[in-house]
């Protein structure tokens, strides 16, 4: 697999987490609106660990597309 095969994996994969997330917080959005209600303390705990971990995810795929664009601008500077 090519190092721009690996990339757009990568990049797919922010895009269906990025994707997942918003949808998660779309929800969340509408039940609180709807609810008279405000949402829970476990509710809102479990939204903010669930975002964070997607940002370390999102973060973890932005430092591996970073690396490899300094790989493959070190070739083409040796070429």
Do not use: F, Q, Y
């Not at 998660?24 to 609180?32: C, D, H, M, S």
């Not at 705990?45 to 591996?64: K, P, R, W």
């Amino acid at each position: 697999m090519t190092m721009i095969e690996k990339a757009d994996l990568e990049i797919d994969e922010c895009k269906l987490i990025l994707a997942n997330s918003l949808k998660r917080l779309k929800v969340v959005k509408e039940k609180i609106s709807l609810s008279e209600e405000p949402p829970s303390v476990e509710e809102l705990v479990d939204l903010l660990v669930e975002m964070s971990e997607v940002d370390v995810h999102l973060m973890e795929l932005c430092a591996s597309l970073i690396k490899m664009l300094v790989e493959v601008t070190g070739r083409l500077r040796h070429e």
